[in-house]
């Protein structure tokens, strides 16, 4: 996560799939490098597409948790931060979602 710590003890954090951010940032033009710097690249002209973490759900179950800010949705067992998707902060999540929907 931005934290570099994953998340931990940083309040509620959301998954976003990797080929989405990926995309995303070249759409805005940059990226975060090793240290959370940042890095200017060339833009892509492709708006993306809606923000969904369909593609990390395992749907086998259909297992929802309740919980004390909403319910949880299970992850698939074998995906990895940064590879498979990315943690982003709530107030991240919520402008993605507005400006994407989802």
């Keep these: 996560g931005f934290d570099g710590k994953g998340g931990l003890g940083y309040g509620v954090m959301y998954c976003v799939d990797k080929k989405w ?3 995303w940032e070249k ?6 490098t090793e240290g959370t710097s940042l890095e200017y690249s060339k833009r892509s002209r492709k708006r993306p597409h809606e923000i969904s973490t369909e593609k990390l759900l395992d749907r086998s179950s259909d297992s929802i948790i309740p919980g ?3 319910s949880y949705e299970i992850m698939k067992d074998n995906l990895k931060k940064d590879v498979n998707y990315v943690l982003v902060p709530s107030a991240v999540w919520d402008i993605l979602y507005e ?3 989802g």
């Design 68 to 70: 004390t800010l909403g």
């Design 27 to 32: 759409y805005v033009g940059w990226e975060w």
């Design 21 to 23: 951010w990926d995309h």
């Design 99 to 101: 400006l994407y929907g």
